[in-house]
Nanobody
């Protein structure tokens, strides 16, 4: 099973940008589709973005489409989330996830194969 570690969270003002990274170790990274999810305390975790095994196919939630961009580097075993034009409502703990099935990642179907520990993103107005 793959192990995931997120980094890059922090605080930013509205309109700013942040880049998150998720480093994977363990089984072959390129055999997993990858996704980013976020959760606000007291609310359900929600899908943000996903990328297929080759990096060609990408999917986004409507709330982040055009502002966030997901990518992956299979040589570095890392998936990225570039977040631009951040809004206060983007404040959440962001998690990366891995699963062999892209449809499972996009659909947020439980259980996915692996989750990271999360990284906090705070956007102030």
């Amino acid at each position: 099973q793959v192990q995931l570690v997120e980094s890059g969270g922090g605080s930013v003002q509205a309109g700013g940008s942040l880049s998150l990274s998720c480093a994977a170790s363990g089984r072959t990274f390129s055999s997993y589709s990858m996704g980013w999810f976020r959760q606000v305390q007291g609310k359900e975790r929600e899908f943000v973005a996903a990328v297929g095994k080759s990096g060609i196919s990408t999917y986004y939630s409507d709330s982040v489409k055009g502002r966030f961009f997901i990518s992956r580097d299979n040589a570095k075993h890392t998936v990225y989330l570039q977040m631009n034009s951040l809004k206060p409502e983007d404040t959440a703990v962001y998690y990366c996830a891995a699963d062999p099935s892209l449809s499972s990642v996009v659909g947020g179907r439980s259980p996915l194969d692996a989750w990271g520990q999360g990284t906090l993103v705070t956007v102030s107005s």
